[in-house]
């Protein structure tokens, strides 16, 4: 088991944002988190990622805890997110993001660092290969010296999980990948998170509205409404279950 | 001799302490959305620091001028541990530090004052104030080591915060603290390591002013700071750049409204100019459009 949430609950004041929320991730999965607008998708990324301490149940990654520990560790720790609205750095290129989400794996220190030691030329200069392997990977490597903000939509949505790759992840998390995206860039972003778990072996977990992406790529999804888990399964299981409908279209005898 | 390029030599060397006292003011902005205002007491105690490695070590001055770097560092670090990160961890407002570091102020101005006396001492005459001519300008020994040593320190930082993985670390900070730490950089460690560099160079920066006006004393630190921080805002907050463009065009304005007459109303030219450009640019020379005044 990669990840795994168990009886996870979030209560921000007297509010519960989320209830009793458990499910389990397989390495390799391609797995969905969806529901309706402010169901709480975002939350449990946020659970997971340690922004939000959760006031009770327990987040395990690769079988242990990671509830309690500091943002940066668990991104050290093997796990990666975009986010709903984009979060790139105004005055940085589309190179310097894929540095900046490469850092937790770089291992000169602040001494070596400052000093300019030639290991630490060394490791930037790999780093920066490695950056442009990467952005030759998604399709941003003419663009490399570019400022990010410069970029389309559909090339920053990219870029921001080019950036997460760099951090040499086993799981990224999506939040909404193809928001904003027309069919032939979704169809392209279908393909580009197919291969992250093809060729890289990195597990994804994705929040999404587009339910043909979701439909076409997961192979096992949750689905969340006011903060409680309404179902669990394979696309087409959740895709007939009665609760599901009715909280997507209304109950058909109102 | 021309009088314009002389004054023009005059003012880039004043400004270029004023630009690396107010880049240390914008690095903290940029990282933490608070105004430092011990800035100025650390800028002091750098310059007595300077001068007392320099008078009772007997070192040379580039030495004394690293010593007090290493003790502005220490200084920043003790400041980010006791004034700014209990009140980080308590979530207050961003009053809050601004009150706790004007604390932190008063309390080194009231040490240097029991320590080293109100009165105003001066670095050794070791390294020439005689005057070469240049041709268009003259330019004394300190001015060069002032202007050089300011100018280095700012290309090294440019350097850093463009090449290295740390400046990264500090740019991404600086933009969006939490995003910074969703891709993994231990945002405590960089806050740390920006407020020790902040101060290093405002110590630095203590040292080249006692140097060049040769008057080191308790309170200078006060009138430095808020020029510092004139420089701040604008040059654009959290804007390295602009800080440096910044502190430039201060000491220029400075050094030209007393040479073409208006000695007396020196800082009122100079400030005059600052709500100038305020008008035509609220949010800075440089400052781009996202990072405003506020978080």
Redesign the interface.
């Known amino acids: 088991m990669l990840l795994e949430l168990k009886n996870v609950v979030k209560k921000f004041g007297g509010i519960t944002a989320l209830s009793d929320i458990s499910f389990q991730v397989e390495k390799g999965d391609i797995f969905g988190i969806i529901g309706p607008n402010g169901a709480g998708k975002t939350t449990i990324f946020n659970m997971i990622?340690g922004?939000y301490p959760v006031t009770s149940g327990d987040v395990l990654f690769n079988g242990q805890s990671i509830c309690g520990k500091?943002?940066?560790e668990i991104?050290?720790g093997g796990i990666?997110?975009t986010?709903q609205n984009i979060?790139l750095?105004?005055?940085?290129t589309v190179l310097?993001h894929i540095?900046?989400?490469h850092?937790?794996r770089?291992k000169?220190g602040?001494l070596g660092?400052?000093l300019?030691t030639a290991s630490?030329k060394k490791e930037?200069a790999e780093?920066v290969e490695e950056a442009h392997k990467l952005l030759q990977y998604v399709g941003l490597d003419d663009v490399a010296d570019h400022l990010a903000t410069e970029l389309p939509y559909g090339k920053q949505r990219k870029l921001e999980i080019a950036?997460a790759m760099a951090?040499h992840p086993q799981i990224i998390l999506l939040d909404e990948p193809a928001a904003g995206m027309n069919d032939s860039e979704t169809a392209a972003l279908i393909d580009l998170i197919r291969g992250i778990r093809d060729q890289f072996g990195i597990t994804i977990i994705l929040i999404e509205h587009d339910m043909n992406l979701v439909m076409t790529l997961c192979n096992r999804l949750i689905v969340v409404n006011f903060g409680r888990m309404l179902a669990e399964g394979a696309p087409a299981d959740v895709q007939n279950n009665p609760a599901v409908i009715e909280a997507y279209l209304g109950k058909e005898d109102e | 001799m021309n009088v314009f390029s002389q004054q023009l030599i005059n003012g880039l060397t004043l400004g270029s302490a004023y630009a690396v006292i107010a880049i240390g003011y914008t690095l903290v902005f940029g990282v933490l959305n608070i105004v430092n205002m011990a800035h100025g007491g650390i800028f002091m105690v750098g310059a007595y620091i300077g001068l007392l490695l320099v008078t009772e070590a007997g070192m040379g001055i580039f030495p004394a001028l690293i010593g007090a770097m290493i003790g502005g560092a220490v200084l920043g670090y003790l400041l980010e541990l006791f004034a700014l990160r209990p009140l980080r961890r308590r979530k207050v407002t961003h009053l809050a530090p601004l009150i706790s570091t004007i604390g932190v102020s008063i309390f080194l101005e009231s040490v240097a004052l029991l320590v080293w006396g109100p009165q105003t001492r001066s670095f050794p005459s070791t390294i020439s104030s005689e005057l070469m001519d240049m041709g268009a300008f003259k330019i004394s020994g300190i001015q060069i080591v002032s202007l050089g040593t300011a100018v280095v320190l700012m290309v090294l930082l440019a350097l850093m915060l463009n090449k290295t993985k740390i400046g990264k670390a500090v740019r991404a900070t600086s933009e969006n603290i939490e995003t910074a730490g969703l891709l993994g950089i231990n945002t405590g460690l960089i806050i740390t390591f920006t407020v020790m560099l902040a101060s290093a160079l405002g110590a630095a920066a203590g040292v080249l002013i006692g140097l060049s006006f040769n008057a080191i004393e308790p309170t200078m630190g006060t009138a430095m700071g808020f020029k510092g921080l004139a420089v701040l805002i604008m040059g654009g907050l959290g804007n390295v750049e602009g800080a440096m463009a910044g502190g430039f065009i201060l000491g220029i304005a400075e050094v030209f409204s007393v040479a073409y007459g208006a000695s007396t109303y020196r800082d009122a030219v100079a400030f005059g100019l600052i709500i100038l450009i305020l008008f035509l640019r609220p949010e800075g020379l440089f400052s781009k459009a996202g990072k405003g005044g506020r978080p």
Do not use: P, Q, W
């Not at chain 1, 750095?89 to 940085?92: P, R, Y």
């Open positions: 990622t922004v500091k943002t940066f991104i050290d990666a997110r986010f979060r750095f105004a005055n940085m310097e540095l900046v989400g850092h937790c770089m000169t602040l660092s400052l300019h630490m930037e780093a950036r951090a």
